[in-house]
């Protein structure tokens, strides 16, 4: 077990590690397995430190209509609001691919977190970066069109995981078109006649089949963010 490749733990000392790892256990769950639920007691952290998947964090309503909140992959951690505050999961984690976690104690962790004061600075920063998203988040859904919300969408994971390939840039995981639809709250019907225009633009490109979204245009798709602020 390592916790040297997790990102929040980089300024920690190897003997700090160690006491955070002590009683810690390696998870390798299946694709699809959900790791905790909304509304689930916090008594664990997570840390990704190995594997090409990545942990799906959202929720689903009593209608059945999910959100995609965020997608972590290796070297994050996740569940650490639950785990500081002692309240309860504000959302579901759902595994994605082949990965290998940390499951990490709370009560270890809050030690870790009142010894070492580098892990604090770590966590203030990480979460400072996720609060600024969710702001942005929240302010896109409610002024901005579906078109503009997909389109930073796509270039946030584009320029957080994407691959280079003769095409253009490829978003390192699956994403069927019910899945860009979580992300944003939306039906899949308005994604798909969002993708077509794109498509019919060369904007990008989407194998239905394999559901890979490769962006052919970088600048192209940052335009459409700015498109609306123009006007």
Same mark, same amino acid.
């Given at each position: 077990?390592?916790?040297?490749?997790?990102?929040?733990?980089? @300024?920690?000392? %190897?003997? +700090?590690?160690?006491?955070?790892? &002590?009683?810690?256990?390696?998870?390798?769950?299946?694709? $699809?397995?959900?790791? #905790? /639920?909304? @509304?689930?007691?916090?008594?664990?952290? *997570?840390?990704?430190?190995?594997?090409?998947? &990545?942990?799906?964090?959202?929720?689903?309503?009593?209608?059945?209509?999910?959100?995609?909140?965020?997608?972590?992959?290796?070297?994050?951690?996740? $569940? +650490?609001?639950?785990?500081?505050? @002692? =309240?309860?999961?504000?959302?579901?984690?759902?595994?994605? =691919?082949?990965?290998?976690?940390?499951?990490?104690?709370?009560? /270890?962790?809050?030690?870790? !977190? %009142?010894?070492?004061?580098?892990? $604090?600075?770590?966590?203030?920063?990480?979460?400072?970066?996720?609060?600024?998203?969710?702001?942005?988040?929240?302010?896109?859904?409610?002024? +901005?069109?579906?078109?503009?919300?997909? /389109?930073?969408?796509?270039? *946030?994971?584009?320029?957080?995981? $994407?691959?280079?390939?003769? &095409? @253009?840039?490829?978003?390192? &995981?699956? #994403?069927?078109?019910?899945?860009?639809?979580?992300?944003?709250?939306?039906?899949?019907?308005?994604?798909?006649?969002?993708?077509?225009?794109?498509?019919?633009?060369?904007?990008?490109? *989407?194998?239905?089949?394999?559901?890979?979204?490769?962006?052919?245009?970088?600048?192209? !798709?940052?335009?459409?963010?700015?498109?609306?602020? /123009?006007?």
């Amino acid at each position: 077990m390592s916790l040297a490749s997790i990102i929040a733990f980089n @300024g920690m000392s %190897q003997p +700090e590690l160690s006491l955070l790892e &002590h009683g810690s256990i390696i998870l390798e769950p299946q694709d $699809g397995a959900t790791l #905790f /639920a909304q @509304g689930d007691p916090a008594d664990a952290v *997570y840390a990704i430190i190995a594997g090409d998947g &990545h942990v799906r964090i959202g929720a689903i309503d009593r209608r059945s209509k999910a959100l995609m909140v965020e997608i972590f992959r290796g070297g994050d951690i996740f $569940g +650490e609001i639950g785990a500081i505050d @002692g =309240g309860m999961r504000t959302a579901a984690a759902v595994i994605e =691919g082949k990965m290998k976690l940390v499951k990490i104690r709370r009560a /270890a962790f809050l030690s870790a !977190l %009142q010894r070492d004061p580098s892990l $604090g600075e770590a966590l203030c920063r990480m979460m400072a970066r996720r609060l600024r998203r969710t702001f942005e988040l929240f302010q896109d859904a409610t002024f +901005e069109s579906l078109e503009v919300r997909l /389109a930073r969408q796509v270039l *946030y994971l584009a320029e957080r995981e $994407g691959r280079p390939t003769p &095409h @253009g840039i490829r978003l390192a &995981h699956r #994403f069927r078109q019910a899945d860009l639809a979580d992300l944003l709250g939306a039906t899949t019907r308005s994604i798909i006649t969002v993708l077509n225009a794109w498509r019919a633009a060369d904007l990008v490109l *989407y194998d239905t089949d394999r559901a890979l979204l490769t962006v052919r245009d970088i600048a192209a !798709l940052r335009a459409v963010t700015e498109a609306d602020r /123009a006007e």
